[in-house]
């Protein structure tokens, strides 16, 4: 869709990965049938050599600040470096998704 299209183009621009992968993972969410709403990206780049994953995750929200204020509601970041990705490619899995607030019991 145009917001994975847009996400792809800005860390494209931002950080010149050597491997990205920008993964809709909307549908697992329970939103709406074609919303964009939860993402999650693999990056690797050159530009996080020497960077905390803190820093690096940092660079990613950076080049993200417009989408991540409006239509971007979650964002899961995986930030290498060339030299990690060559010794482990392996991305681990995420937790699912267990819809927030919906879950949780009142207590009143």
Do not use: M, N, Y
């Not at 020497?50 to 993200?64: D, I, K």
């Amino acid at each position: 869709g145009p917001l994975a299209r847009a996400i792809r183009a800005k860390l494209d621009a931002a950080l010149q990965p050597t491997h990205l992968q920008v993964l809709d993972e909307s549908s697992r969410h329970g939103g709406p049938p074609g919303a964009e709403t939860h993402f999650a990206v693999v990056v690797v780049s050159g530009r996080f050599t020497g960077l905390s994953p803190l820093q690096r995750h940092r660079l990613v929200h950076a080049a993200l600040r417009t989408e991540l204020a409006g239509p971007l509601h979650a964002l899961a970041i995986v930030a290498r470096t060339p030299q990690q990705w060559e010794s482990d490619p392996h991305v681990p899995p995420r937790p699912p998704c267990l819809g927030g607030s919906k879950h949780e019991q009142r207590r009143d």
